[in-house]
């Protein structure tokens, strides 16, 4: 079961299992990603820059989500935006990303390449937070930049 919140109200964040930042292959290059209004689950797989956009962001850490006032390198974040116009730009080496690890059930991912869930080792679902509905969707393709909950294979 998943225990990733349902809702968002006041910036609480009720917890999730697990953040990782994946980052298999290296390169220099700008990654863009569209946010919406509402909150978005994006990785920083570069240098981050979100512009002049008024967001609202937190990370997990230590079993609780905590404030972000700035976003780093390497990171998982929850940002929410009013404007459907913000677009978060990540530049520079897309690699050098270390992995978070909290649960070995669930984690959150994030990959600086267009990924498939099958050709990923140890993932058996992936998901991702749809801010219209307020419901994680599966998914089969990873797209750069974006936020994923993904379900671990269990261990044989």
């Given amino acids: 079961e998943v225990t990733a919140h349902a809702s968002i109200n006041n910036y609480n964040l009720e917890g999730?299992?697990?953040i990782y930042v994946i980052n298999p292959e290296s390169s220099q290059e700008n990654t863009f990603v569209p946010l919406s209004h509402g909150w978005n689950l994006i990785g920083t797989i570069g240098e981050p820059n979100i512009g002049t956009c008024d967001y609202v962001a937190y990370t997990y850490n230590n079993k609780k989500y905590v404030?972000?006032?700035n976003l780093k390198r390497g990171?998982?974040?929850?940002i929410y935006v009013e404007d459907d116009e913000c677009v978060i730009n990540f530049s520079g080496d897309l690699s050098n990303v270390n992995p978070?690890?909290?649960n070995n059930k669930y984690e959150y991912v994030s990959y600086a390449y267009k990924k498939s869930i099958?050709?990923?080792?140890?993932?058996s679902a992936?998901?991702?937070?749809?801010?219209?509905?307020?419901?994680?969707?599966?998914?089969?393709?990873?797209?750069?930049?974006?936020?994923y909950l993904v379900?671990?294979?269990?261990k044989q």
């Avoid at 990171?75 to 929850?78: K, Q, S």
């Avoid at 099958?118 to 993932?123: E, T």
């Avoid at 379900?151 to 269990?154: G, K, S, V």
């Fill in 75 to 78: 990171n998982i974040y929850w």
């Fill in 118 to 123: 099958g050709d990923l080792d140890g993932i």
């Fill in 100 to 102: 978070i690890k909290i």
């Fill in 151 to 154: 379900q671990l294979a269990p």
């Fill in 126 to 147: 992936a998901f991702e937070w749809n801010n219209v509905n307020n419901k994680w969707d599966s998914v089969e393709t990873l797209f750069p930049g974006h936020g």
């Fill in 67 to 69: 404030r972000a006032d």
């Fill in 16 to 18: 999730t299992t697990t």
